[in-house]
């Protein structure tokens, strides 16, 4: 349960003359449910993105468990990189599924594409991720027929597919309606229930109290605030996280 999964340590990262990240530091151990709250423009996704390698970090140190990826902002070979994706998972904010494949065809590319494993291991676990997700019978619908929330639970079953040790969700209910964004809050807290390893970019401050062990509070590319989930939502010590708090408000 103590074995950290991912580490990164100093992270910094701008955009041109814009920094965006600035000496990020944080751990998540297996099992752990880390959810990252924060005003826009905070870095939250960022952080994330360069977390799952889909962008570049400046400097500072990134390892997942005992394969160190980024050290002092220089990255490790191919070999290093490819290793490294098969730990993660990521589900992002509008679905990036295939619209006009179908729904079993988006869960089992990665794994047969990157993974090279065999096409009935890959299609028996892919259906059962469906079941899994309440998508039983969509499995020959296009992407593009289903409604957002269903289109997110199959990416959901599509990040899991790649069989990951920790799952990144950048905002998943941000494109949702309420009662799609409830479908999908049900799939997490059940891969929470099951201790899935999970950093969540969310502004679902009820959600992340209840769901995390632990929440990080960004603003202006810094952490300004972290703690167990119920302490830094309920009593949060820094002024900045208690402005942002009581500007958001805590249900969901």
């Not at 751990?27 to 924060?38: C, L, N, W």
């Not at 969700?169 to 891969?191: H, W």
Request: include cysteine; charge should be neutral; hydrophobic fraction near 40%.
């Amino acid at each position: 349960m103590n074995e950290e999964l991912l580490k990164i340590r100093d992270l910094t990262k701008s955009f041109g003359s814009l920094a965006v990240l600035d000496g990020i530091s944080f751990s998540v151990k297996r099992g752990e449910v880390v959810s990252v709250i924060g005003p826009s423009g905070s870095g939250k996704t960022t952080l994330l993105r360069c977390a799952a390698l889909l962008e570049r970090m400046d400097d500072g140190d990134l390892a997942y468990g005992d394969l160190p990826v980024c050290v002092s902002g220089v990255y490790g070979g191919k070999s290093v990189l490819k290793k490294a994706r098969n730990r993660f998972g990521f589900v992002f904010q509008n679905f990036n599924l295939f619209p006009h494949w179908s729904v079993r065809e988006n869960v089992m590319l990665a794994p047969l594409l990157v993974q090279k494993r065999s096409r009935n291991e890959v299609e028996k676990e892919g259906l059962a991720l469906l079941k899994k997700m309440g998508l039983s019978g969509k499995e020959e619908a296009y992407a593009c027929q289903l409604s957002g929330g269903q289109q997110q639970r199959v990416a959901i079953a599509r990040a899991l597919a790649m069989k990951p040790e920790i799952l990144f969700f950048d905002e998943p209910t941000s494109a949702l309606d309420p009662e799609l964004t409830r479908e999908v809050l049900k799939v997490i807290r059940d891969l929470a229930e099951e201790k899935m390893t999970m950093v969540i970019v969310t502004h679902e401050i009820g959600f992340a109290r209840n769901v995390s062990d632990r929440i990080i509070f960004m603003a202006e590319g810094r952490i300004v605030e972290e703690g167990p989930a119920s302490s830094l939502v309920d009593h949060p010590q820094n002024e900045r996280t208690k402005e942002f708090l009581s500007f958001i408000g805590t249900k969901g």
